[in-house]
């Protein structure tokens, strides 16, 4: 008999042949054994009894009474099913099992046979293990029972199926493994193994509807089907592997080593240099230590940002880019190139008084160490060891350019009236304000940016020049003043 992912077959049967619709004494259950009348009420029915109760006691044999009943007689009777089971040869049986299987996320079906396959074949595990025509009896013997001791009571058996593929199409593996269990329990007492009625119906040589009630008993077998498949996808590869690395914080390390360790020869210092550049932001330091630097001889601006325990010149900075913005600056030269009257006739005013200073504007010295140009003057402050030049050379104060936009006092009145239109200009603090006046001029001219006044050097022979041609009159320099 066959089911749904199921079938069934009989190995031993119990019957009650001829019976009909008539009253006859109950089979001995405990509730319908009976000495008179009295223990039995009519129309009673009772779950285990086969039919309804006259209420008469009657005889059931010689020694036992029993309650009289309505129903098929003669009832069925409850003894035992027979030993050995009456179709235990069904061992030898053999059933084919076609199975398919679909993975619609691969759109892929498979098949546990095919059209090649030998008919005469019969599994084994060893010798056939992808023949999907099965002994009933190798099945049994698998689970580790005996097919006639089953076949008395019966049982349920399982048959698993399970599809492992690769769907791959460079190592294509898509069959099924087979095995075997049993899934009722064969140790329980109440109703062991596995049995159920069904009857057969005729008419008898007197007209009357007739029966023979049959209970079977057999083994059923259950047909249980697992499957899992795979494909090779790149994309769900590479989103696997970065949630794993993200996961576990992996990500950035592995980015850092890709980067550091496997780059061609010719451009690995140039990547790490970008790289940690766009990757690492620099943390400036402390004011105090904070320094940028410009040579004439070199484009780049340096930064410095330790604390210096030799001259600044000898320091080796790091280069950092930054945007110039020098309109207002030109703009404002040529401004004061197009508007001279006023300022040129201070300044004739100015250099007609002459240059008072009650200390030294420009002490004697040798030739530093540090120095390039040849114009530097000793110091020894640290911060103040610079030179204009890196390399042997002309020193900037000799360029036309460092007179006309940084010493020429007609630019440098102009740019204080610019910025304060009614400051007077014959204080005796003018020198002063020029001075510092001219420093600014020099930053703005070589760092492109005013806001650099704090943190900008300015090289000593350019500071000395400045002072030379604006003293103080008591000879004491604090330099540029500093924004806090």
Same mark, same amino acid.
């Given at each position: 008999m066959q089911g749904v992912d199921s079938f069934f077959v009989i190995t031993n049967v119990i019957k009650t042949e001829n019976q009909i619709q008539s009253v006859c004494p109950e089979y001995p259950i405990p509730k319908a054994v009976c000495s008179s009348d009295v223990s039995c009420g009519k129309g009673r029915m009772d779950p285990q009894s086969n039919g309804i109760q006259t209420g008469r006691c009657v005889k059931y044999n010689a020694t036992i009474k029993t309650c009289e009943v309505s129903a098929w007689c003669p009832v069925e009777s409850n003894k035992g099913a027979p030993v050995p089971a009456i179709l235990r040869s069904a061992e030898n049986f053999t059933v084919l099992i076609k199975n398919n299987i679909h993975f619609p996320k691969f759109n892929h079906t498979a098949r546990n046979f095919s059209p090649k396959l030998n008919i005469s074949c019969i599994f084994n595990k060893i010798t056939a293990p992808s023949c @999907?025509?099965? +002994?009933?009896?190798?099945?049994? +013997?698998?689970?580790?029972?005996?097919?006639?001791?089953?076949?008395? +009571?019966?049982?349920?058996?399982?048959?698993?199926?399970?599809? *492992?593929?690769?769907? *791959?199409?460079?190592?294509?593996?898509?069959?099924?493994?087979?095995?075997?269990?049993?899934? *009722? *329990?064969?140790?329980?007492?109440?109703? @062991?193994?596995?049995?159920f009625r069904f009857a057969k119906y005729y008419k008898g040589t007197n007209g009357k509807e007739e029966r023979t009630l049959i209970k079977a008993y057999g083994i059923r077998f259950d047909i249980l089907v697992f499957g899992t498949a795979g494909q090779f996808n790149i994309f769900e590869l590479l989103v696997y592997i970065g949630s794993v690395l993200s996961y576990f914080g992996l990500a950035q390390f592995l980015i850092d080593f890709l980067i550091t360790s496997y780059t061609y020869p010719c451009c690995k210092s140039l990547i790490k240099e970008y790289y940690f550049k766009k990757k690492c932001e620099s943390a400036l330091g402390p004011k105090w230590t904070l320094m940028y630097v410009s040579y004439v001889d070199e484009p780049a601006i340096i930064l410095v940002d330790k604390p210096l325990r030799t001259s600044v010149q000898n320091v080796k900075g790091e280069i950092v880019q930054l945007q110039r913005d020098t309109g207002d600056f030109i703009d404002m030269a040529k401004l004061a190139a197009r508007c001279p009257d006023r300022v040129s006739g201070l300044a004739k005013a100015h250099e007609m008084k002459p240059l008072t200073s009650k200390g030294q504007t420009s002490p004697s010295h040798d030739r530093p160490s540090w120095c390039c140009c040849g114009k530097c003057h000793q110091t020894q402050a640290f911060r103040e060891q610079l030179c204009c030049r890196r390399r042997e050379g002309s020193c900037i104060t000799t360029s036309a350019l460092f007179e006309q936009l940084v010493l020429s006092r007609s630019t440098l009145e102009f740019i204080l009236l610019y910025k304060e239109p009614l400051l007077d200009m014959n204080t005796e603090t003018l020198n002063n304000q020029l001075r510092h006046c001219a420093y600014r001029q020099y930053i703005h001219w070589r760092f492109g940016a005013a806001e650099l006044e704090s943190s900008a050097l300015i090289p000593s022979c350019c500071r000395w020049k400045i002072r030379e041609t604006y003293p103080s009159e008591d000879g004491n320099y604090t330099g540029i003043e500093r924004k806090k």
């Open positions: @999907p025509i099965f +002994q009933l009896g190798y099945i049994l +013997q698998a689970t580790g029972e005996n097919f006639s001791e089953v076949a008395i +009571q019966g049982g349920i058996m399982g048959i698993e199926i399970n599809w *492992d593929c690769n769907l *791959d199409k460079w190592f294509h593996r898509c069959s099924p493994k087979y095995s075997f269990r049993r899934l *009722d *329990d064969k140790t329980t007492n109440e109703y @062991p193994g596995y049995n």
